[in-house]
C-alpha cells in the first residue's frame, strides 16, 4: 500500500514541482515584468541622505523594515537591479543599502512619515530625478515605472488621515483611473476593507491629491499599460495598533 | 487501477495550473500601489451656520457648538466662516466646487426649527465625491439646545470616523473655592463634556471626593465628609434621593460601580489597612477582596465585570495590579516607571488611562494592555484624576495652571490637548458620564 503510494505519488510531485518551476520562469520572463510592480515604500532615511541618481530612486518592495533580512523582492525590481547601469553619475550600489542596513535592525518599526520628511523628499527632486533617468535609459520603463508609482504613492501618503477607528492591518484596494494629463478621473472601491470610514479616507486621500502631473511625462504606450487604469492597496502600518 | 484513475485527474491538475497561471499573469498585469502610511492631519470640515426658522434670533450658534466638538475631538479641523463663500441650509444651494476651493473636505449644514419642541436638521456632504454622507434631525425641550447639538456632533462623528461620538455626555467634577474667610467650601458640579451648564449637585464646607457614575448614568457615587469622618453616599440625579451607603471607621473611599450596576468597589480600612471590597448594592452585604499589609487603593472595573485594576504599593512602589474577582488571583499590571496609579480602563478594555510619574512629575499616561505599552500623553506636571471619555477617545484629567486646579482633556492618540473652561476655583477629580443616549 505504501509502496504504490509512493510510486503513485512520486509523479504526481514530481509534475506538480515542473508546474511550479514553468509557473515561475514565465512570471520572470522580462517581457511583461513591470506589470507586477508592487510600487511600495523608497526607504525615505536613506534617499533623503543621498538623493543624486535615478538609481536610489527605485522602490523598495516593502517599506516594513521587519527583522527578517532576505525578503523576496517583487520580481519585476528584480532584473533591474542586476542590470547595469549607464548613469552620468555612477554611486556604488552598496553605499545606499549599506547606510540602510544598520537603520532596519535598529528600528523595528515601521518609520512613521513626519510632514517634513514628506517635504524633505519634494516633488521637484523625484520630477528631476525621473527626467534624468527617463533622458539616460529608452529600455528601462520598468524604473520609469517604479518611480512614478513612487510619487503616487507619496502624494497619497502625505494626504492620507486615517479615522480612529482604522487598526493596522485593515486592507482597502481601491481601482484608480486616470488621464495621459494625470488627473484623476475614476476612484472606485474594489475590495472594501469592511469600515467605512477607512475606505472614505482611503478615497479622500486619492481625490484630494487629485492629478499625479508625473505621469503625463510616460510615453502613450506607458500610460496605457500601467497608469490609465491601476490599483492603490490601502495597509496601514504605522498605526498605534 | 489506482493509475487509471489518477491520470485524468492529472491532466485537470495540470490544466488548473496552466489556467491558474493565466489568471495569475492576468491579474498581475495591472500596477497596484501600495500606501501603508498616513499622516493622519485634522480632516477640514465646514460648518455652516445652521438656519434659524423661528422668532426672533437663534439662542444658541449651534454651528459654533458643533465645531467646537469637532475640533475637540482633534480628528477635524474647521473651515473659518470668513472663508466660507456662501451659508447654505439646504443641499440643493451647495456649489461643491466651492467648497474645494477652500480646501473643505466636508460641508455640514442645518436648519431649526421653533415649536412645542425645537428640532435640528442637519446634512452632511463630502465635497470631493459631490454627495450626501449622512442627514437626519433630533428634537427636544428648548433648554436641552446645547444637549441636541451634541447629539448632531455625535451623529457627524460616528459617520466620519467609525466610532461613536461622545459629545452628548456630562461630566462630574470636585471645585473647591477659598473664602476669604480661609475656609474651603466644596462643590460638586455637572457639566456638559464641553464644560458648559454646569450644575452644583452638591455642596458644603466638607471635602467631597471620587465621584462616580452608575453605569446607566442615572446615579453617582462619591465621598464627603459631611458627618466629619469619610462616608461614601449615593445619589439620583433625576429625583434627587441621596443614600449614605457606608459609614466605617477609617477611610471609606473610591466607590465604583460595577459594569451591571449591581454592586460598587471600594475602598475600606475598617479591618486595618486600605484593601477593597465588594458591596452589594441591594443586599449591602460586603465582601473583602484583597487582605495585604500594603495599601489597596484606587479600583476600577475592567468593562467585562471580571475583574478589577487597582493601585498597590505592594511591590514596594506604587503600581497597577489586576483582581480576578473569579479566583481572586492578583496580577501585576504595570512595570514601567516607579510610580503608575489611578488607573481608569477604557470601554474596549484595552487602554488604561492612569498617572505616571517620570523625572518627578506627575503625567497622565495610556497602558495598552495587550502590547504592554505605555504612552505618556501630557508634557505638564501634576496632571491626576484622568478618566476616559465613553467612546474610549479622549481622556480627561485634572491639571494645574498657574498654581490653579483645571480641567484638561487629550485624545488618546496624543494628538490634541484642550483646557475645559472652569468657571471658579480649583477644580478636581473629573470623571466622565457612560453614555446617556443610545
Known amino acids: 500500500m505504501l509502496d504504490r503510494m509512493t510510486y503513485l505519488g512520486l509523479p504526481v510531485l514530481v509534475t506538480l514541482g515542473l508546474h511550479v518551476l514553468l509557473l515561475m520562469l514565465i512570471m520572470r520572463l522580462p517581457s511583461d515584468s513591470p506589470r507586477t510592480v508592487v510600487a511600495a515604500a523608497p526607504k525615505l532615511v536613506a534617499i533623503q541622505a543621498t538623493l543624486v541618481s535615478a538609481q536610489n530612486l527605485k522602490p523598495k ?13 517583487p520580481l519585476a525590481t528584480k532584473p533591474l537591479a542586476t542590470k547595469p547601469k549607464p548613469s552620468s553619475k555612477p554611486i556604488p550600489k552598496s ?21 517634513e520628511q514628506l517635504a524633505a523628499f519634494t516633488r521637484a527632486e523625484m520630477a528631476q530625478a525621473l527626467q534624468t533617468e527617463a533622458a539616460s535609459e529608452a529600455g528601462e520603463q520598468g524604473t520609469v515605472t517604479d518611480t512614478i508609482a513612487a510619487l503616487i504613492r507619496l502624494s497619497v501618503i502625505s494626504r ?22 494625470g488627473d484623476v478621473v475614476g476612484v472606485s472601491v ?29 510615453k502613450s504606450a506607458e500610460f496605457e499599460r500601467d497608469f490609465r487604469r491601476f490599483q492603490i492597496i490601502f495597509r496601514p502600518e504605522d498605526l498605534r495598533y | 487501477m489506482h493509475r487509471r484513475i489518477k491520470q485524468p485527474a492529472l491532466y485537470a491538475l495540470r ?7 493565466l489568471l495569475s499573469g492576468l491579474s498581475h498585469a495591472q500596477l497596484r500601489i501600495e500606501v501603508n502610511q498616513g499622516v493622519d492631519n485634522p480632516t477640514p470640515i465646514a460648518v455652516v451656520p445652521f438656519a434659524w426658522q423661528g422668532g426672533g434670533t437663534i439662542p444658541e450658534d449651534i454651528a459654533q457648538i458643533l465645531e467646537s466638538d469637532l475640533v475637540r475631538s482633534g480628528q477635524f479641523a474647521p473651515v473659518s466662516r470668513r472663508d466660507m463663500l456662501s451659508y447654505p441650509s439646504r443641499g440643493s444651494d451647495i456649489y461643491f466646487r466651492d467648497w474645494r476651493a477652500i480646501n473643505s473636505d466636508y460641508v455640514l449644514i442645518g436648519r431649526v426649527f421653533e415649536g412645542p419642541e425645537i428640532r435640528i436638521e442637519y446634512q452632511l456632504f463630502d465635497t470631493t465625491r459631490q454627495i450626501e454622507i449622512t442627514a437626519g434631525s433630533f428634537s427636544g425641550a428648548a433648554q436641552e439646545i446645547r444637549m441636541l447639538s451634541h447629539r448632531v456632533a455625535d451623529a457627524i462623528y460616528e459617520k466620519l470616523t467609525g466610532i461613536p461620538g461622545a459629545f452628548a455626555t456630562r461630566l462630574l467634577y470636585v471645585s473647591v473655592t477659598r ?84 454592586s460598587m468597589a471600594m475602598v475600606l480600612s475598617k479591618d486595618g489597612n486600605p484593601d477593597l471590597y465588594l458591596m452589594n448594592l441591594a443586599s449591602r452585604e460586603l465582601t473583602r477582596l484583597t487582605r495585604h499589609y500594603a495599601i ?9 465585570g471580571k475583574a478589577l485594576l487597582f493601585t498597590s504599593d505592594r511591590g514596594g512602589r506604587p503600581q497597577i495590579y489586576r483582581y480576578e474577582l473569579l479566583t481572586g488571583k492578583i496580577t501585576r499590571v504595570t512595570f514601567e516607571g516607579t510610580y503608575n496609579a489611578r488607573a481608569r480602563v477604557a470601554q474596549d478594555g484595552r487602554n488604561v488611562a492612569l498617572v505616571h510619574q517620570s523625572g518627578g512629575q506627575y503625567h ?53 490637548r484642550f483646557s475645559l473652561p472652569a468657571r471658579d476655583g480649583n477644580v478636581q477629580e473629573p470623571a466622565w458620564s457612560p453614555y446617556i443616549y443610545q
Open chain 1, 61 to 73: 518592495p516593502k517599506s516594513t523594515p521587519k527583522p527578517v533580512a532576505a525578503k523576496p523582492k
Open chain 1, 190 to 218: 474594489e475590495r472594501s476593507s469592511g469600515n467605512v470610514a477607512f475606505d472614505s479616507s482611503a478615497i479622500n486621500a486619492v481625490q484630494n491629491a487629485g492629478r499625479f502631473p508625473e505621469v503625463s511625462q510616460l
Open chain 1, 160 to 181: 492620507w488621515t486615517r479615522p480612529p477607528s482604522a487598526r493596522n492591518g485593515m486592507v482597502a484596494i481601491l481601482a484608480i483611473q486616470l488621464v495621459p494629463t
Open chain 2, 179 to 262: 473664602n476669604p474667610t480661609g475656609k474651603d467650601f466644596y462643590r460638586l458640579v455637572l457639566s456638559d463634556s464641553d464644560g458648559a451648564r454646569p450644575i452644583v449637585l452638591f455642596e458644603g464646607r466638607d471635602p467631597i471626593l471620587s465621584p462616580s457614575w452608575s453605569p446607566d448614568g442615572n446615579e453617582i457615587a462619591y465621598v464627603s465628609f459631611e458627618t466629619s469622618r469619610p462616608a461614601i453616599y449615593r445619589q439620583n440625579l433625576r429625583t434627587g434621593a441621596r443614600e449614605q451607603l457606608t459609614n466605617f471607621k477609617g477611610l471609606n473611599n473610591s466607590p465604583v460601580w460595577s459594569p451591571d450596576g449591581n
Open chain 2, 296 to 304: 489597596d487603593t484606587e479600583p476600577t472595573w475592567m468593562p467585562d
Open chain 2, 15 to 21: 490544466f488548473f495550473i496552466v489556467l491558474l497561471s
Open chain 2, 364 to 416: 497622565i499616561a495610556v497602558h495598552d494592555l495587550v502590547t504592554r505599552k505605555l504612552t505618556v500623553l501630557t508634557a505638564t506636571s501634576l496632571d491626576e484624576s484622568p478618566s476616559i471619555a465613553p467612546n474610549g477617545s479622549v481622556v480627561v484629567y485634572a491639571t494645574k495652571r498657574d498654581s490653579v486646579g483645571i480641567l484638561s482633556a487629550v485624545a488618546v492618540d496624543g494628538g490634541v
Open chain 1, 95 to 115: 553605499e545606499p543599502k549599506a547606510a540602510e542596513a544598520p537603520k532596519v535592525t535598529a528600528k523595528p518599526e515601521v518609520p512613521a512619515l513626519t510632514e
